[in-house]
């Protein structure tokens, strides 16, 4: 092999290294550059609306302006009912598989199925309760709403429960158990104590996983122009504003699509960042 | 009171609580146990509900629905062939573009960026899994689009023209929805999920791999090749599955600027749609039960597809956490 030979290969590896280290450095740049416009644009176009009237006024009708109180109220109310039905059902299936039937057959396939869920179509999820709730009560109505969003929420908290409370060390349940303490009451003073942080990362995660759901809401909940509180009726929700009035052709409806975006994006951000950082302190502790 | 009945009493008592306990640890148990059985029922339910709903359509139509491109709601004839096209080839443009990105943004994170940046670029990255999907929906409306309509596509169209297959592909009036700005706007939408599990299973490459290639004298390039590509290779395709089901069901960015056309246009830039696009479209004003139920099939045929891809990519990541020995 000569010396022009050596120095020419010598030459095209790095002229390859550099090209690809390039490509990543500008496939970082490409994902950064993706997240800085969106919420940029959020930011631009919903503080420019933003006023008192969207807390205070209903949702307008064609050509007028108003605001979002019904459907931030609808969306409330049904994210925390969601959260309030889906958060023991899964923490309690969680609990099973990590400690009651760890490594059994029925917690692999709950796994399994738990993870398909967990990224399952959620438009599906609506179909679903629209064929066994809405269907047969023959209306659309804030309960149905209620229970799409809580078959959305059970795989993340189930996933996050079991995953947490295999992070508590073992030799934590021998003790408690060798002082004699039944497993229930290990699982709950020992485990569930020592779980805490990780527990509540889950649910907050779940949350805001709901909190923007629109699909599923679409043939359940419905939308409701006006204030309503009966949960047998259809509810106002932000999604399903937004996307009514996004895709409609007066300019206050669209302005008002933007708040809402920004609303909700803002909660979402707020719940991940508030989930992370649970997370963090929590290894820095230990 | 002598000492041995006073010894008897404790021991009753004891065996009260022991009993007691017993009882509520039995409880606990099968409580819980109830509670993962229900997830296990939840898909059923979803299955047996979405066959239920779709009965119907398939009593009338058959396989057919599957080939069938028209869909009429007035003469009562419907296909699911263009959504189902619609539906793969949009995922297949998110694939080809969040791909190649996710693998670089984790090459970049794991192999090139200085350790403190690693931490804010995964986390900003990953804040793209939060913004909820009507947000990617109507900034691609509204942004993207018009974008594309003013400059991209026509360039497109310009640059492909007399290309023999890609002049095809990018033809017709530059609309700026339609089924390649789906594409796009999943492609951002399904990256973070790609870029978080390539990353992931990047750092499980031992050091020692990585480094006795450097002192061969390999380039990084060379060593993210040869070395922490082939021994990942099993975790980033089940990550780009991941990614994939994602893209597939995905629903309310795609209804914004897909255009909802149930046709199959030969060109990219042509308005389509997908089975998620046309089932939030369509749902609520269907009337008939032939119409409700056709959409339901077409959720059904969803779920079975996503379930698929789901399954084979967790299978895979199960494989890859088998082999790590965990």
Sequence with gaps: MSATQTSSRY???????????????IATGMGL????????????KGFGSLSWDVFSQMTPPPGESGGLLNAIYGSLVQTILATLVGTPIGIAAGTYMAEYGRN?????????????????PSIVVGLFVYEIMVAPMGHFSAWAGVAALSILILPVVVRTTEDMLLLVPDSLREAASALGAPRYLVIRKVCYGAAKAGLMTGVLLAVARISGETAPLLFTSLNNQFWSTDMNAPM???PVVIFQFALSPYPDWQKLAWVGALIITLTVLTLNILARTLISTRKQQN | MNPAQNTAGIYTADRKVLARNSLKDSFARYLTKSAA????????GVIFALIEGSLPAIKQYGFGFITTERWNPVTEIFGAKAPIYGTVVTSLIAMLIAVPVGIGIAVFITELCPRWLKQPISTAIELLAGIPSIIYGIWGLFILAPLLQRYIQPALIATFEGVPVLEGLFSGPPYGIGILTAGLILSIMVLPFITSITRDVFETVPPMLKESAYGLGCTTWEVVRHVVLPYTRTGVIGGMMLGLGRALGETMAVTFVIGNAHKIGSSLLAPGTTISASIANEFTEADGELYTSSLIALGLILFVITFIVLAAARLMLLRLDKKAGK
């Design chain 1, 11 to 25: 030459k095209r590896r790095k002229v390859y290294h550099y090209l690809a280290m390039a490509l990543a450095f």
């Design chain 1, 33 to 44: 550059l993706a997240l800085a416009w969106i919420l940029g644009t959020l930011l631009w």
């Design chain 1, 104 to 120: 059994t057959k029925l917690t692999t396939t709950v796994r399994f199925i738990n993870d398909i869920l967990l990224s399952a």
């Design chain 1, 236 to 238: 106002a929700n932000l």
């Design chain 2, 37 to 44: 059985v229900l997830v296990l029922l939840l898909l059923g």
